[in-house]
């Protein structure tokens, strides 16, 4: 009896441990940020996100939607921010590509989405792994303005 009660107690803190201080790794979180601003004049706040990746490519999404990332897509957005970036590798800390054709301001209404690209501003990788992909991003174009940072777990 006293063998049984040590192992659930010992379990639970491995348990624990596991949990609370790996924090986001191999999909138990989703994305964490700040990215904020307006899209098509809208206030704009990131809730969640996620990154596809194809080889050395990532297409990240970063939402105003609360339950946006891999696996689940059930709160569709009504604005949210795609970025595309070619040639990342898992060695890319710190590395800035233009936002000009690689981040698009997208909004949806009534069912029908719209999107345009930004045509300035900056996007830095600070760490990109097989689970998670960071960074921050400043970018501006006629139909939006955005800034912060943000982490987005990456679907496999």
Do not use: W
């Not at 490519?57 to 949210?80: H, K, L, R, V």
């Not at 054709?101 to 045509?119: C, K, L, Q, Y």
């Amino acid at each position: 009896m006293k063998h049984r009660f040590f192992i659930k107690i010992f379990f639970f803190a491995l348990c624990y441990i596991a949990f609370f201080a790996c924090g986001d790794l191999a999909g138990l979180g989703g994305s964490g940020g700040n990215v904020s601003g307006s899209v098509y004049g809208k206030s704009f706040n990131q809730l969640s996100g996620s990154a596809d990746r194809l080889g050395s490519s990532f297409t990240i999404t970063i939402t105003d939607a609360t339950e946006f990332s891999c696996g689940s897509q059930s709160d569709t957005p009504s604005s949210y921010l795609l970025i595309d970036i070619s040639d990342i590798s898992d060695q890319s800390s710190g590395q800035s590509f233009s936002a000009n054709g690689r981040v698009f301001f997208n909004i949806v209404e009534n069912d029908v989405a719209d999107g345009s690209a930004a045509t300035s501003g900056l996007v830095t990788i600070d760490s990109v792994d097989d689970f998670s992909i960071s960074g921050s991003i400043d970018a501006s174009g006629p139909n939006g303005s955005i800034s912060g940072s943000f982490s987005v777990e990456v679907c496999n």
